[in-house]
């Protein structure tokens, strides 16, 4: 795979785990589980977690690159202007010229993390801008000479180790540092007139160890690094895994086990929520009662596993004939459906009740002991609150669909009954 490095680039595969608590791949969670349960020392990321990681770090990695370049650039002008004064002309004049470089590469350096750019020419920029700098640190001493030559390479070492430390980037990148610094020194050392080759190499070595150690500090801090940010991806994980398990639940505590639709318990709140949000502002809706005719007959008749097959087929027909995602349907007891149209004007309404009567007709599931035909019908009663009319509660315009569903019942079974203000409530 071919990446381009950008910024903002994140593997697709990991891309959940930045921003939100969903899982992560099962391949993805099994490597982290596998890195966690190894020692901390051992711990290396492969390709998909180390981008993921860098990705993730890079931002704070960012700004405290920009921050130190910035100090550097300060600093270097503090300390010219107090050489001014307390130094000889001369001995200020010799350092001039690679003191007055420092300032604009480190801002330079600085104002390039400010820009969009790949992954890559950042780290080649924050590396180049921190040789061009250490280089000019270690030329200061050199001319100046005298006691300034050993001074300004023992700087030049501290500022490494100082960028070795705080730039938390790869490790490739404080190697590069170390082998940089301790060869610029061995150079310029052996350059000293002050001192012979042996010393030269002695010093060399000396200030080698310390830089090594810092590398091995960087590497230790790594790891740690990197052992959070796995840790941080397992707990993000089991977040979503117990988000999803909190979801499933809650789904299935509101839908009815047999028919798979709502139950009666998630239509009251999908009612509550609908009324507290839309009556009142000129919203319209329609409530539909379905009851099958003669039920209590088909179970004597034909036994229960056919009765709840029944039930099955006859939500599942109801669901066909509504409209995805803004219709509602639920049982609201043993045979009765409770079905929420928004939206819908009367006309709107009593096609969508016929629809489902025609349907479930046409179906042909037995029923040999109703009066009606040896086949499974339903009595439907609707009630509709129209658009701009006056505020009706779910309850009451419940019981009025409630109403319309007696009177289908009174006058034959199998129709659709449409509430009038004089049928009751």
């Not at 658009?387 to 409630?402: I, P, T, W």
């Amino acid at each position: 795979m071919d990446v381009k490095n950008n910024a903002n680039f994140v593997m697709p595969a990991a891309v959940a785990a930045l921003n939100t608590p969903q899982q992560l791949s099962p391949a993805l969670a099994a490597e982290v589980e596998r890195q966690l349960a190894g020692r901390t020392r051992d711990i290396h990321l492969n390709k998909e977690l180390a981008e993921l990681f860098r990705q993730r770090s890079w931002p704070q990695a960012s700004k405290i690159i920009r921050a130190w370049m910035i100090w550097v650039a300060v600093i270097d002008i503090l300390t010219l202007g107090i050489n001014a004064i307390l130094l000889p002309a001369e001995t200020v004049m010799s350092m001039f010229l690679p003191a007055l470089i420092v300032p604009p590469v480190a801002l330079a350096t600085a104002v390039a993390f400010t820009r969009p750019a790949s992954l890559r020419k950042r780290r080649l920029t924050a590396l180049s801008g921190l040789f061009v700098i250490l280089l000019c640190l270690a030329r200061l001493g050199v001319d100046a000479g005298a006691e300034f030559h050993e001074r300004h390479l023992t700087i030049m070492l501290f500022v490494a180790v100082t960028a070795i430390i705080i730039f938390p980037l790869p490790l490739l990148f404080a190697v590069a540092t170390a082998v940089f610094s301790i060869g610029l020194c061995l150079v310029f050392q052996l350059k000293n007139p002050a001192i012979g080759t042996g010393s030269a190499l002695s010093d060399t070595l000396f200030f080698s160890i310390g830089v090594l150690a810092t590398v091995v500090a960087r590497r230790t801090a790594n790891i740690l690094a990197h052992k959070t940010f796995l840790l941080e991806l397992r707990d993000r994980n089991r977040l979503a895994d117990l988000t999803d398990a909190n979801t499933q639940l809650e789904r299935l505590a509101g839908t009815d086990p047999l028919t798979g639709v709502a139950n009666r318990r998630s239509m009251g709140q999908s009612l509550h929520a609908f009324w507290t949000a839309n009556i009142g502002n000129g919203k319209g809706v329609a409530m539909l009662m379905c009851d099958i005719d003669h039920f209590k007959r088909l179970n004597d008749s034909l036994g229960h596993a056919e009765g709840d097959r029944c039930l099955v087929a006859v939500a599942k027909l109801i669901r066909a004939c509504l409209r995805d995602g803004i219709d509602q349907v639920s049982r609201y007891g043993g045979e009765e459906f409770l079905i929420l149209l928004p939206g819908s004007d009367e006309q709107a309404a009593r096609a969508v009740a016929e629809r489902i009567r025609r349907e479930i007709e046409a179906a042909a599931l037995p029923n040999p002991a109703s009066s009606v035909i040896p086949y499974v019908t339903v009595s439907i009663g609707v009630a509709v609150l129209a658009h701009n009319s006056e505020a009706v509660s779910a309850e009451r315009l419940q019981k009025r669909a409630d109403v319309a569903l007696y009177r289908a019942k009174e006058n034959g079974r199998n129709r659709v009954v449409v509430y009038a203000p004089d049928a009751g409530p």
